[in-house]
Nanobody, 118 residues
Framework: QVQLVESGGGSVQAGGSLRLSCAAS???????SGWFRQAPGKERELVAR????????TYVDSVKGRFTISKDNAENTVYLQMNSLKSEDTAVYYC????????????WGQGTQVTVSS
């Protein structure tokens, strides 16, 4: 069993930055970590993901060039650095871990609110 603990959400003005952290207890090697978000009235979407074994990253088009996903192998932690934040980035952000699939995730964090005011 893997537990994911998120931190780092909050409120910021448009143009500002936040960094989200997701600490995983348990194995992460050969896993995939993803950051999702869900805004009120909208479906949950995958924002970014990283493959632990290779470091390969993928981003949704709306955050490319502004968000960076990274990992710390020693700390078993994934980060989401969010720069140039926009009001449309306002959502609850969730980290998730897949034990191998790029399509489905096995474990989820509790979610952290990110609010961007214009």
């Amino acid at each position: 069993q893997v537990q994911l603990v998120e931190s780092g959400g909050g409120s910021v003005q448009a143009g500002g930055s936040l960094r989200l952290s997701c600490a995983a207890s348990g194995r992460t090697w050969n896993s995939v970590s993803g950051w999702f978000r869900q805004a009120p009235g909208k479906e949950r979407e995958l924002v970014a993901r990283i493959i632990w074994s290779s470091g390969v990253t993928t981003y949704v088009d709306s955050v490319k060039g502004r968000f960076t996903i990274s990992k710390d192998n020693a700390e078993n932690t994934v980060y989401l650095q969010m720069n140039s934040l926009k009001s449309e980035d306002t959502a609850v952000y969730y980290c998730a871990l897949s034990l191998g699939s790029l399509q489905s995730y096995d474990f989820w964090g509790q979610g952290t609110q990110v609010t961007v005011s214009s």
